[in-house]
């Protein structure tokens, strides 16, 4: 855990991935992160595999760094307990319609009632303003309706999902960048803001950067996508014994590679030393590479393309990963124990503050294992605290509850 963000707390009523991914990343930065969860909890605690049936490895990957509450917000009890719960907190975040947010009492017009100078950021599937704000919307049907899918279609025009649930990080990512500009607004001015976030519209925004294409002027110069990314040739290139990537970017980069493999012919070529050529002719140029790399093996072709720093790299599996010296010397990968779970392994924040050293990251909570300590910390006595959860306003966590 990095302190940049020390003294900040952020009341979290997010779920599955997108906004538990986007309240961790400001968790690793050193907020304090509540995590409101409802009686039953966050749905993607129990998406395997895990050890016991609320601590799916998923859920344990994006919720590290928090701690739970689980209250009950169909009941007017649960909803005055988050009044006082806000009252202390700088930021709140969601992840749901705000029709679905002001029927749980935790609407922007509500909640800036009780802390004027609120940060409220939400992650809505598609923009309020437009046709589409009341659809319901997941990974899948972001990748299907941003263009991801298409654009990733096989050899057969068949589109397909990447298979990772990138439209749900790439929203994360827009959501934590969202609440760090309502916190910077705040300070500068001293005012509440509200920011949305949607899905949709993150998406798009992200895929358009060079996709637009031609079409980004007036009239077009081209249509959509960029012809890099699309040729046939631009992938992994077979090797004598796996595959590799090589990318020769710039002239230096090509004329080097061409010396390599003996195509002299190219290296006075306007279609190598023009960067609008090349751009024009890259599969062309791409061709070659695909035509040439079958002679050799992978560790041939790392070694001659990395003496004349022509940048290359190895087709790591994910298992690759775990046992990559880069990673591994830069201590990427954490090992731990966790209070119920056990010996865990986990994927540290990717910054680092130069100069400074983190301090250990906390795993993911178990569902409302923090009720009475939050609570007491918002002045509730244990009298409270005990009618709460008998009443089943909080969720009662046992090991907690012995201490109250």
Known sequence: MIELLRGVRILDFTSVVLGPY??????????EVIKIEPLDGDVFRYVRPGRSDSMGAGFMNCNRNKRSIAVDLSKQDG????????KDCDIVVHNMRPKSAKKLGID??????????????????????????????????IQALSGLAHLNANANGEPRFLPT?????VGGLHLAIAVLSGLASRQRTGDSVCIEAPMFESMVSFMLVEQLSGRSFDPPLSGTGYDRLRSPYRKPFRTADGYISV?????????????????NDMTSDERVLNPAKRSQNIDFLYSIIDAVTPSKTTEEW???LKERDVPCAHVN?????????????????????????GRMMSVRSPFRVIGTNSSSDEGAPVLSGDASE????AGFTKDEIVRLMDQKIIGDNDSKRKAV
């Not at 909803?79 to 806000?86: E, K, N, Y």
């Not at 800036?112 to 899948?140: H, L, M, W």
């Open 79 to 86: 909803q005055d307990l988050i009044l006082s719960l806000v």
């Open 302 to 304: 790392m070694t001659l």
């Open 165 to 169: 649930i990138i439209a749900d990080k």
């Open 247 to 263: 990318i020769p970017y710039t002239s230096v980069h090509w004329i080097r590679f061409f010396e390599l493999v003996g195509r």
């Open 374 to 377: 939050i609570l007491s910390e």
């Open 317 to 341: 599996t994910l298992e690759d990963l775990l046992t990559n010296p880069h990673l591994s010397e830069a201590g990427l990968f954490e090992e731990f124990d966790h209070p119920t779970e």
């Open 108 to 141: 922007y017009e509500r909640l800036k009632t009780v802390r004027p100078d609120i940060v409220y950021c939400y992650a809505c599937g598609f923009g309020q303003n437009g046709p589409s704000a009341g659809e319901p919307a997941y990974d899948d049907t």
């Open 22 to 31: 986007a309240t961790q990343i400001l968790g690793d930065l050193g907020a």
